[in-house]
């Protein structure tokens, strides 16, 4: 931690001197012989480097907000992009690394730095750390695929680490695999084989992409997963095209009603004036109106519980929780520890805790951290088209001959920006 501020400090005093493009500080790589460093800059305590794309309409603006950078901070940095970077907009399916926080805290995932590519060479660094810095940089990254296999015999983790795999590779895998297994129940003997994406920089791994295949054997039952994409669709499919992951539906709803206070986690609140996140959305639907199940689950709350009212929590699998607050009544049977299904009424909307209307306060949780339900992209659980079934079966002949290649590594097509490719 001190390295880091010592490098945003030496950085940001430069920048007040002259505010143009900083080229990273040659200090830099001579600190990153004695402390391990990764390829940005920053030490491994920061957190799991995760890559990403910009989703469709998704701006800097909402992107930087969503991540809890503070409204002026963004207007900065606005500023100083424009002035400066000529780096206007971000587009879709742009990429994008973001530090996934070992400890999240206050629902905060992810730590206050976003490294946004701008080709597969150039990037922008920005921090909030400490001061705001914005750097630009280039660096060249390649992607190489990577099969792994093992044997469970503590962990998964310690499979992976073992064998000086990234435990990224691990949260790919009970992030797809999440409506098949229980990552808290994985059994001694359990076996997986997974190929996944690397990122190297400068001889170094900086990141994990994206899992492409998957076996894993769980108590004795197979389950699979094959990445495939193309113009009609994009996500994880069995051998024979069944999509694995299950939707959740996006609000709770059988109509669409009107959201009266988005997931924010700047939000002001005029009483307190003060900054009071608020981590879920706020629907005004009229006194009574049904509220649904999003997906299927166990309920493990229904109660009254204090300033939350009638609040019902639904259990979706290991990863995804969905809780709904304030209600008027709970639906017909819905009790801590009974199955609901996906549509099932399991409330009413209502005034109940400490609310100043009728709304209904519906928050996502994601390994127990909030997370926005109406900018997630959550998995999507259709078939392959027909129209792609023959691509498709090539790509899982592919894939499954790599997956029985034990340690493979290859170099793939370098070109990270896929959103400059296919247009
Ligand atoms: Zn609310």
Redesign the pocket.
């Known amino acids: 931690m001190y390295l880091a501020a010592l490098l945003a400090s030496l950085t940001i005093s430069c920048f007040k001197q002259d505010p143009i493009l900083q080229k990273p500080l040659t200090i830099a790589t001579e600190i990153a012989e004695q402390y391990p460093l990764d390829a940005f800059g920053y030490p491994t305590s920061v957190g799991h480097i995760k890559r990403d794309v910009i989703q469709p309409n998704e701006s800097l603006y909402a992107l930087l907000e969503e991540m809890g950078m503070p409204r002026d901070s963004i207007y900065q940095v606005s500023r100083m992009l424009n002035r400066n970077f000529g780096f206007r907009f971000v587009k879709e399916n742009q990429v994008f690394f973001r530090y996934e926080k070992k400890t999240p805290s206050l629902g905060k995932k992810y730590a206050p730095i976003l490294i946004l590519m701008e080709s597969n060479v150039r990037y922008l660094k920005i921090d909030w750390q400490n001061n705001l810095l914005v750097e630009a940089s280039s660096k060249p990254i390649e992607i190489r695929l990577r099969q792994v296999e093992g044997i469970i015999s503590s962990s998964l983790y310690e499979s992976l680490i073992s064998q000086g795999h990234s435990t990224g590779v691990g949260i790919e895998l009970s992030e797809l695999f999440a409506w098949q297994i229980d990552f808290f129940t994985l059994y001694k003997g359990d076996r997986y084989r997974a190929i996944y994406e690397e990122f190297i920089s400068d001889g170094e791994v900086v990141g994990v992409g994206r899992v492409i295949a998957a076996e894993f054997i769980h108590q004795n039952r197979r389950f699979e997963a094959y990445y495939y994409s193309d113009e009609q669709q994009q996500g994880y499919y069995d051998a024979d095209g069944n999509g694995i992951q299950k939707a959740l539906l996006k609000a709770p709803f059988t109509y669409n009603q009107r959201i009266s206070?988005s997931f924010n986690y700047n939000r002001f609140h005029p009483v307190l004036k003060q900054r009071v996140p608020?981590t879920?959305?706020?629907y005004a639907a009229p006194l009574g109106t049904p509220v649904i199940a999003v997906g299927d689950g166990v309920v493990t709350e229904s109660r009254y519980r204090g300033v939350n009212g009638n609040i019902v929590q639904i259990m979706h699998n290991g990863m995804y929780r969905t809780a709904y607050?304030h209600l008027n009544g709970f639906g017909p049977g819905i009790r801590k520890g009974v199955e609901v299904k996906q549509g099932q009424v399991i409330g009413y909307v209502g005034r109940t805790g400490r609310v100043t209307g009728v709304?209904l306060?519906y928050t996502l949780y994601k390994n127990n951290v909030p997370v926005n339900s109406v900018q997630i992209d959550l998995p999507s659980q259709e078939s392959i088209k027909d129209s792609s079934r023959d691509s498709f079966a090539l790509e899982v002949q592919k894939l499954s001959y790599l997956l029985s290649q034990g340690g493979i590594v290859m170099a793939i097509n370098n070109d990270l920006n896929a959103g400059e490719k296919s247009s």
């Open positions: 206070s608020h879920g959305t706020d607050l709304h306060h």
